[in-house]
């Protein structure tokens, strides 16, 4: 989507310019003394920028839900990921105490 020269409100530095937008950032010119600032892309929608035009809006938003959603399948994935290697570690620490158990020779007694 291109934002170039696209008109934003930030809740602090009040209106700018969309400068460039690549992936994921975008740069906006503030006229009122705060010059330029980067921000994430689109995750600075979520609650610092707002653009002027709704239709855009709307399509951000969109991105900015898919992002969340990816975000959140990733982490799950990782953490499925970590549970199992947890598993798969405690049965080989299990085998091989069961392992050196059978190798220990008994003791008789004379």
Partial sequence: MNLMNEQVSHVRYGKGTVASHDGGRITVV??????????????????????????????????LKLKFEQT???????????VEEMDRLAEEKLASKKTSRRKTPRSTKK
Wanted: no cysteine.
């Fill in 30 to 63: 503030f006229p009122e003394g705060a010059g330029e600032k980067s921000f994430l892309y689109p995750e600075a929608f979520e609650h610092h920028l707002s653009i002027s035009d709704p239709g855009i809006q709307k399509k951000i938003m969109k991105e």
């Fill in 72 to 82: 959140a399948a990733e982490k799950l994935r990782q953490e499925q990921q970590y």
